[in-house]
C-alpha cells in the first residue's frame, strides 16, 4: 500500500489498548503519540462483549486525547496464522504468482477458497540465482470476526497486519533498515567530536580506523583498549604498527570473517502480553527478511493465575494487583539486592517456577528449533517487550537461564524518528507492536502484509486520487453524452430516409401501416378497460385461493359442511368425521400454517355430539362426529358484509 502521510497504529490486546500515531514527513518520521489503557474485562468473558468492551474505551481514549486522525492499522493475533518461509526460484512475477499459489496449496492445511493468503518476496544479493519468500495464509472467517470488530472504532481501516511481524517492523525500523522503495531522506547521525575537530580550518585529516578490528567482544561491543606500556627505543616496531592503522586487512581476512562480518548480530525480538507472547527472529544477511516466528500461549494472565492459586485468592484482579505491586523474579541480581519489605515471597516463587517452566522453556526450544533449520544460526541476544516485560528482574532471569544477553526495549534509538516529548514519558516497552504497525501505515515496514480484503483494498487505492477518478468521469461523461447526440442525429437521418422511401413505394403499404396503427390503439383501448374492471374485481378471488390452502391440509376423511369468510378475516368451518383422529389432524395442520392461518381452535362447545348421518351419507356408516373451527386468516380482509357464525346443526350439501 503507498503509504499515509498520517497513520494511528492500534493493538487491541486481551486487557490492554496501545495507539501510536506516527506522522511522515519529508526529513523523517515522527512518533507524536503514544496511548495506553486498561480495560476491565473479567476473565470468561465472551468475545462479543469484549469486543464492545474494547472499541468502546478506544473510542473513549481517542475522544480524551483528542486524537483526529482516522487512518488506522489493526492487527490480528500471531496464533490465528500459518507463517511458512518458502526458498524459490528467482523469475518473472507472474510466473513467481503461480508457483506461490501451487506453494500455498501445499503448505496451507485449509482449503485456499476459505483462506486469504499474503506474500512478500525479499532478494538475497548473496543468492541471486533464488528467492525468499514469506507466506502467511488466515481464515476468510477468522479476518471477517476480526473487521467486524474494526469496523466499531469509527476509524478507517486501512491495513490489517499480524502482531509478532508488526513487532518485527518496529525492531528493524529501530536499527536503521530502511526500505528500498523509501523516498525520504535518511536522518543525519550525529557528528562526532572527531568530525567537529576536523573541520576546522587548518585541522590535520584525521586517520582512519581500520575496518578490522579484532577489540571486538562475541556481541559486536567493542572491548576498550588496555594501555600498553611505551616500546623501548631499540625494539623493533610491531607488524600491526608497520601496516598503520589505516591499512586494509590482510587477503584472507576476509574470507576469514565474510563479506558479512564475522560479528553480525542476530536478536531475538519477543513481546510478552497477558494471554500471548510473540517471537520473532531476525535473518541473518542482507535480505531484510524475518527468519522466524511464532505466537507462544504463555504469558502474564498465566502468571496471575499461579499467584491466585498459590495464595488461594477468590478474585483474579487482586492477584494482578499482587503481581504489579509485590512479586519479584527471583533471579540472583534480585538476591544479591536489599530486599524491600512489601515482596510476597510466596507469590515471587510461584511467578519463578511458571517462567522457568513455560516462559524459559518454550524460548528455548523456539531457538533451538530457529537453530537447527538449514538457514539457522545462534541467536546473540534477545530484545523483551510487552506489558510483562517491566516485571522486576525478569529480563536478568531469562539471560540467566538461557545464557544469552537480555535487553528491555526501553527507548527509540533510531535518529530517523523524532520522539515527542508526551511519548518520553509513557512507557515504551509495552507499544512497540503499535508502533509497527503505524510504520507499516507509512510505508517504513520492512515486512508489508495486509489482510484487508481485496474490494476494501480496491477503496482505499481511491483514496487520494479523487482529482484523477473526477477527470476520468468527467471524461466519460463526455463521450455518453457526445454519442448520444451522434446518435440521435443519425436516428433522424435514418427515419426522414425511411419515410422517402415509403412515399416512393405502393400507396398499399401506407394503407397497411394505417390499418396496423389504428389495430394498435384499439388494443390499448381494451388493455385500459381491462385494466378497470383488475382494479374493481381485485380481491374477489381470495376465497378460492384460501380455500385451496386449507384443502391442501384436509385428511382425506374430513368433510366440511360450510365454509365461511367474514369481513373481520374470521373463518368458520363445519365439518364431520368418523372418528376424532383426522380432526385432531386437520387442527394440527392448520396450527402450522402460521403463514396464513392465526389463532385456529374449536368454536363454541368444540366437538358436537354425534348425530345420526344415514340419509345424508349412505354407505358411510350410522354415525358421525359433527365439529366446528374457527381462525382468523392473517393476509387479506376481503370487503363483505359481517355475517353471523352459522349455527351447528345445520345440514347443507357437503362442499368437499
Not at 519468500?133 to 472504532?153: D, M, Q
Not at 572527531?194 to 578490522?212: H, V
Request: proline residues 6%; charged residues 30%.
Amino acid at each position: 500500500m503507498a503509504g499515509l502521510k498520517r497513520c494511528l497504529g492500534v493493538d487491541l490486546g486481551s486487557s490492554r489498548i496501545k495507539v501510536a500515531e506516527v506522522v511522515a514527513e519529508k526529513a523523517g518520521l515522527r512518533l507524536t503519540r503514544l496511548l495506553q489503557a486498561d480495560v476491565d474485562i473479567p476473565p470468561g468473558t465472551d468475545e462479543e462483549e469484549r469486543a464492545l468492551r474494547m472499541t468502546r474505551s478506544l473510542r473513549e481514549l481517542l475522544k480524551a486525547h483528542k486524537v483526529t486522525t482516522k487512518d488506522a492499522v489493526f492487527c490480528v493475533p500471531g496464533q490465528s496464522v500459518i507463517y511458512r518461509p518458502v526458498k524459490l526460484p528467482k523469475t518473472s512475477p507472474e510466473r513467481l504468482q503461480r508457483i506461490v499459489e501451487y506453494e500455498a496449496r501445499q503448505q496451507i492445511p485449509f482449503p485456499l477458497d476459505q483462506t486469504h493468503f499474503e506474500f512478500q518476496v525479499f532478494e538475497n544479493p548473496e543468492t541471486p540465482e533464488e528467492v525468499e519468500v514469506l507466506l502467511v495464509a488466515i481464515k476468510r472467517e477468522t479476518v471477517g470476526s476480526y473487521l467486524r470488530t474494526f469496523r466499531r472504532t469509527g476509524l478507517r481501516i486501512a491495513s490489517i497486519g499480524v502482531s509478532y511481524l508488526a513487532l518485527f517492523n518496529y525492531h528493524k525500523f529501530d536499527e536503521g533498515f530502511v526500505r528500498p522503495d523509501d523516498k525520504r531522506k535518511p536522518a543525519k547521525k550525529p557528528e562526532t567530536e572527531e568530525a567537529l575537530d576536523e573541520a576546522k580550518p587548518g585541522a590535520k585529516p584525521a586517520k582512519k580506523k581500520s575496518p578490522f578490528s579484532l577489540n571486538v567482544s562475541l556481541f559486536g561491543k567493542k572491548k576498550p583498549k588496555e594501555e600498553e606500556p611505551p616500546a623501548a627505543e631499540d625494539e623493533p616496531p610491531a607488524e600491526e604498527e608497520e601496516r598503520g592503522e589505516g591499512a586494509e586487512p590482510s587477503e584472507g581476512a576476509e574470507d576469514l570473517f565474510g563479506a558479512a562480518g564475522l560479528f553480525e548480530e542476530i536478536k531475538a525480538y519477543v513481546n510478552l502480553g497477558a494471554t500471548m507472547m510473540d517471537l520473532a527472529i531476525e535473518k541473518q544477511g542482507k535480505g531484510g527478511g524475518v527468519g522466524f516466528c511464532r505466537a507462544i500461549p504463555h504469558a502474564g494472565n498465566e502468571m496471575t493465575r499461579a499467584i491466585q492459586k498459590a495464595l488461594a485468592l477468590d478474585s483474579f484482579r487482586e492477584a494482578e494487583e499482587i503481581k504489579r505491586a509485590a512479586t519479584r523474579v527471583l533471579s540472583t541480581s534480585f538476591e544479591l539486592e536489599e530486599q524491600p519489605a512489601e515482596v510476597n515471597q510466596e507469590a515471587s516463587e510461584a511467578v519463578t517456577r511458571l517462567i522457568d517452566r513455560s516462559i524459559v522453556g518454550e524460548l528455548r526450544r523456539s531457538l533451538d528449533f530457529y537453530i537447527s533449520q538449514p538457514d539457522g544460526v545462534a541467536v546473540d541476544g534477545i530484545v523483551l517487550s510487552g506489558g510483562q516485560a517491566c516485571l522486576p528482574h525478569l529480563a536478568r532471569y531469562i539471560e540467566e537461564k538461557i545464557g544469552i544477553p537480555v535487553e528491555v526495549a526501553k527507548e527509540v534509538r533510531n535518529p530517523a524518528v523524532e520522539v515527542s516529548e508526551d511519548v518520553k514519558k509513557v512507557d515504551l516497552s509495552s507499544g512497540l507492536v503499535a508502533i509497527g504497525l503505524a510504520l507499516q501505515g507509512v510505508g517504513a515496514a520492512a515486512i508489508s502484509v495486509d489482510f484487508l480484503p481485496e474490494d476494501l483494498k480496491t477503496v482505499r487505492e481511491f483514496k487520494g486520487k479523487y482529482p484523477e477518478v473526477a477527470a476520468m468521469a468527467a471524461m466519460i461523461i463526455g463521450m455518453i453524452v457526445l454519442s448520444y447526440n451522434v446518435g440521435e442525429d443519425a436516428t433522424r437521418v435514418y427515419r426522414e430516409e425511411a419515410q422517402r422511401l415509403l412515399d416512393t413505394v405502393d400507396p398499399r403499404v401506407t394503407q397497411i401501416l394505417k390499418q396496423f396503427d389504428d389495430l394498435a390503439k384499439e388494443r390499448q383501448d381494451l388493455k385500459a378497460k381491462y385494466d378497470s374492471i383488475a382494479k374493481v374485481a381485485a380481491g374477489r378471488e381470495v376465497m378460492l385461493k384460501l380455500w385451496a390452502e386449507i384443502l391442501i391440509e384436509k385428511p382425506p376423511e374430513v368433510v366440511i359442511d360450510l365454509a365461511q369468510l367474514n369481513a373481520d378475516g374470521t373463518i368458520a368451518l363445519i365439518g364431520a368425521c368418523e372418528t376424532l383422529t383426522p380432526v385432531i389432524e386437520f387442527r394440527k395442520n392448520l396450527e402450522a400454517r402460521t403463514d396464513l392461518l392465526a389463532n385456529v381452535d374449536f368454536a363454541q362447545n368444540g366437538l358436537i355430539e354425534t348425530v345420526d348421518t344415514q340419509n345424508r351419507f349412505p354407505g358411510d356408516g350410522d354415525k358421525m362426529t359433527m365439529f366446528s373451527l374457527s381462525m382468523r386468516c392473517l393476509k387479506v380482509h376481503p370487503r363483505l358484509k359481517t355475517v353471523p357464525t352459522p349455527t351447528p346443526g345445520a345440514t347443507p350439501a357437503p362442499v368437499a
